[in-house]
Structures are given as structure tokens and as C-alpha cells.
């Protein structure tokens, strides 16, 4: 645990020493930022739209909320892969690989380390975003919990996907092909539901429990099942399990 | 606290190292001679367990490098031919950091990494950034990094290349006073730096090992430099160019 301890510390240190960990938040807020904008405009000419009709109150939570959690859900996925890029195969580029393979810890170690390092990059990256919704909070009445749930939802979702970049960029030594390689696996993934429909059966069961919006779609809204939960812990463990196999194999070339 | 037996490594099918077999005692320095390319990285690369070798053994301190790789590795400081540094760290912080994935104890950290700042002379850089720093500091980082756990088996991969002669020369004096605590193994292609600071040398040729002997037995009848050369020489003129370099990978 200890190795563990200290691998997350260095990972956290290097991001945050370096330009990359201030980048990526820049971005990602820049975008939240943007989308929280234009959502609340669109909300707010709705808004006097239904004065004027004498209509009932637009839902906050429904023109705002759920959308922004969506416009999230997307940024992340593009996100996901330059923060797992260059985890492990930096290391192996730089010559690093080798002193962490010829110390006394154990590629579990080595792959816990770096996914707790990522994760906490990501949870200080979401923590501001959470900005956003507080200013709702504060200045309006929303319904608080599927905020908190849907906040719940991008962790996991975020977790799930650092782990299957963390195992790509175990397998290779280039930086850019664990990023591009990430991010078509992500956006596969993304819309891996989409065909479901036309085919029908049980084959579009198994595409719709694989995608990853069909699972994030209740927490969003509020609703927390365990199937979702364990959706996400699954692909999360999947992709763990796969980074130390690809680490364990480091030398069967 | 070396043996070595009958150790083959193959890259598909292209051999590295064949049947190389040689024993070291506790307290010694062995220089690995070999033009480039001969195996000596692939060698040191399996005993320091980041190759498994595909087949003989290899047991430090009478643990298998396969089987026992975890307490090998306990046990193993190991310098790879580029020091293994985080350009985004300290030097303080780096060695710190190695010392504590090599298991040194918690509260002997900071007198571990001090102690070892000192011995290799890198104290008066300890704030800077690793990646600031010339070729001969990371050397010396790298070489504070692989003895910070106080290891019993010292690994260097070419320690003093691309080093000036003032550093080549602190670098040599460094090892040279390892002996004392420490059994070294170490690779090189120049020959008076295995006179200068080994007590045993291994001439590897093509994978195989040539020659292995002290010192004193090597350079009885003739010079380090005519056994070298006689040993390599031969193979050489025929296959020169054919051997896939090592460093590639």
C-alpha cells in the first residue's frame, strides 16, 4: 500500500509540476464553462417565453442541469486520453520502465499507483467544475440530488475510462499512440449503441448494456441503480486487469 | 553471490545472449567486455530481472532472477546504460522517490538519500530539476539512485560513457570505493577502465562469453588489450554488421 502511496504522490506531483494537469483543467473548464453559459441563456429566453404565455416554469433542472451534465460527459471523453497518455508509456520512453520493473514492488503496485495518481488529477478537475451547479444552488432552486448524483455518474464514467487508457498506454512506448488509440477505443464506445435499434435481439441488448450513456442516463436524472454502478466498476476493473497483464508481459518480446 | 549458468536469451529467434555461464564471489568488481552489440546490456538486463532469459539460470545472492525475481530485486541497485531520471523532479526528490520503491524503511529516508547525496557528490544540486542537468550529474543521480537501498549487488550499464575525463575519473573513483560494501558488476568497452577499477573481467563476443577470469590470471602473459582483441578480433572481421544492436530495442 505504501508503494502504491508513493507511486499516486509522484504521479500527482509530476502532473502538477508540469504545465499538463493546468492545461487540461484550463480546458476542461473553459469548455464547462462555455456549455453552463449558453445553457443558461437558452434557460433564461425560455424563461420570459413562458411569462409571456403565462406558461408553467421551465424545469432548471431539465434545461439546465441535465444537459450540462451531458456536454460533460462528452469533454471527458476527449480528456481521458491525454491524461492516461503518457502514464506508463512515458515511462518506457524515457528509460523510467526499467528502474520501476527492477524495483521491489509488483506491477499491481506500479498500475494502482499510476490510476489512483490519474484519478486524483480528474477528481480536482470535476471538483471545480462542480463551481458550475453551486452557482445554481446559491442563486436558484434546483433539485439538488440529481446534481450530486450526476456528479457521481462523470467520477465513475471518468474512473472507467482512465483505467482503459492507463491499460492502452501500458501496451506501447509512444505517447501518441496510446492517446489516439484511447480516444477511438472511447468514442467507439461512446456510440456503441448506436446500431442497436436496426439489429435487434440479443445482440442489441449487449451494445445497449455496453454503452456507457445508457448508464449514466438514470444517475443524471437522479436515479442510482447498481447495475450502473457496477457497469462502471466493471469496465474500471477491466481495464486495471489489463494494464497488469500488459505490464506482466513487458518482457515477452 | 553470482551464478550464472548456461543463460540464453533469444529476441525471436535472433540469439543475444548463448550459454553464458560464470560465477562472481561477494566483494568483487566485474568489468563485461564486448565490442557493442555483444550481449553485455542483455546480460545485465536479465540479472537485474527486467528480461526473463529464455533458458538457464541465474541466481543473486541464491535467488533465481526468475522464479525469486522479488527478492532479487530487493537486493539489486542497477544503473541502465541512460539513468532512469523524471526530468520534471528534483534531485532531492527523485532519490527520495527511488528510496522508497526500493523499501527503505520510512524513517531512514532522509538519512539514506542525504548519505548518498554526499557520496556522489551531487549535495550542492540537490533543489534542481534532474532534466537541467548535465550528463555527467544524472550520471551520478542515476548511480545515488541505484545505491540509495544500500544494495548488496551493484548493476552499471556503461557508467562512464558519454562522461568528460574529469567525471570519468570521479565516476571510476566512485566504484572503486563500492567495492568495500558492495559486489559490482559492471559493462564497458573501454579496456583500462576494467584495469583501473575491476578485480575480474568477462570478455563477451557475440553473445558468448570468451574469457573470464581475475585480472591478475587475464593479464599475466599478455596485455588486457592483446587478449581483447585476440578474443574478438577473429569473429569480428567475418561478422561485423550483422549483430543486432542491443541498444535498438
Redesign the interface.
Known amino acids: 500500500m505504501?508503494?502504491v502511496l508513493?507511486?499516486a504522490g509522484?504521479e500527482v506531483?509530476?502532473a502538477f509540476?508540469?504545465p499538463l494537469a493546468y492545461i487540461v483543467c484550463a480546458g476542461f473548464l473553459l469548455l464547462s464553462g462555455f456549455f453552463f453559459f449558453t445553457l443558461l441563456q437558452g434557460f433564461n429566453s425560455h424563461l420570459s417565453q413562458a411569462a409571456l404565455l403565462r406558461d408553467d416554469c421551465p424545469n432548471l433542472n431539465q434545461w439546465v442541469v441535465l444537459p450540462f451534465l451531458h456536454a460533460l460527459e462528452l469533454t471527458l471523453l476527449f480528456l481521458v486520453p491525454i491524461l492516461t497518455m503518457r502514464s506508463v508509456a512515458e515511462e518506457k520512453q524515457?528509460?523510467?520502465?526499467?528502474?520501476?520493473?527492477?524495483?521491489?514492488?509488483?506491477p499491481l503496485q506500479i498500475v494502482l499507483g499510476k490510476f489512483l495518481g490519474v484519478v486524483s488529477v480528474a477528481a480536482v478537475m470535476l471538483l471545480f467544475a462542480f463551481v458550475f451547479p453551486l452557482v445554481l444552488i446559491v442563486f436558484s432552486d434546483p433539485e439538488i440530488w440529481p446534481i450530486f448524483s450526476g456528479f457521481l455518474a462523470l467520477a465513475l464514467y471518468t474512473s472507467a475510462f482512465l483505467a482503459l487508457g492507463l491499460a492502452v498506454s501500458a501496451c506501447t512506448r509512444s505517447q501518441t499512440i496510446a492517446g489516439v488509440v484511447t480516444l477511438v477505443l472511447l468514442l467507439v464506445f461512446y456510440i456503441i449503441h448506436a446500431p442497436a435499434p436496426k439489429l435487434g435481439g440479443r445482440l442489441a441488448e449487449v451494445l445497449n448494456y455496453l454503452s456507457p450513456s445508457n448508464h449514466v442516463d438514470l444517475l443524471f436524472r437522479g436515479v442510482i441503480t447498481g447495475v450502473d454502478i457496477v457497469y462502471f466498476l466493471s469496465v474500471m476493473l477491466f481495464g486495471l486487469f489489463l494494464a497488469v497483464r500488459a505490464l506482466e508481459a513487458q518482457?515477452w518480446? | 553471490m553470482i551464478e550464472v549458468h548456461n543463460l540464453t536469451k533469444r529476441y525471436g529467434t535472433i540469439p543475444a545472449v548463448t550459454d553464458l555461464s560464470f560465477t562472481l564471489p561477494e566483494g568483487e568488481v566485474l568489468g563485461l567486455l564486448g565490442p557493442n552489440g555483444a550481449g553485455k546490456t542483455t546480460t545485465m538486463r536479465m540479472l537485474t530481472t527486467f528480461l526473463a532469459p529464455s533458458s538457464g539460470t541465474a541466481r543473486v545472492c541464491g535467488f533465481d532472477v526468475r522464479t525469486e525475481a522479488h527478492e532479487v530485486r530487493k537486493i539489486l541497485g542497477y544503473l541502465p546504460e541512460t539513468p532512469p531520471l523524471y526530468p520534471e523532479l528534483r534531485v532531492e526528490e527523485y532519490v527520495r522517490f527511488v528510496a522508497r520503491i526500493k523499501g527503505v524503511a520510512a524513517r531512514d529516508v532522509t538519512e539514506r538519500v542525504d548519505e548518498v547525496l554526499e557520496k556522489c557528490a551531487l549535495a550542492d544540486v540537490r533543489k534542481r530539476l534532474c532534466g537541467q542537468l548535465s550528463k555527467g550529474y544524472r550520471q551520478r543521480i542515476g548511480l545515488a539512485g541505484a545505491l540509495v537501498h544500500r544494495p548488496k549487488v551493484v548493476i552499471l550499464d556503461e557508467p562512464t560513457s558519454g562522461l568528460d575525463p574529469a567525471q570519468i575519473i570521479h565516476v571510476r573513483e566512485l566504484i572503486s570505493s563500492l567495492r568495500q560494501q558492495h559486489t559490482v558488476v559492471l559493462s564497458t568497452h573501454i579496456l583500462p577502465e576494467v584495469a583501473q577499477t575491476c578485480t575480474r573481467a568477462l570478455i563477451i563476443s557475440r553473445g558468448r562469453g570468451v574469457v573470464e577470469g581475475s585480472l591478475e590470471a587475464l593479464t599475466a602473459d599478455q596485455t588486457l588489450e592483446e587478449r581483447f582483441l585476440h578474443t574478438v578480433a577473429g569473429e569480428n572481421v567475418s561478422g561485423a554488421g550483422e549483430q543486432p544492436s542491443e541498444d535498438a530495442r
Open positions: 505504501r508503494a508513493v507511486l509522484k506531483r509530476s509540476v508540469t524515457q528509460g523510467t520502465f526499467e528502474l520501476l520493473v527492477t524495483s521491489p514492488i509488483t518482457d518480446r
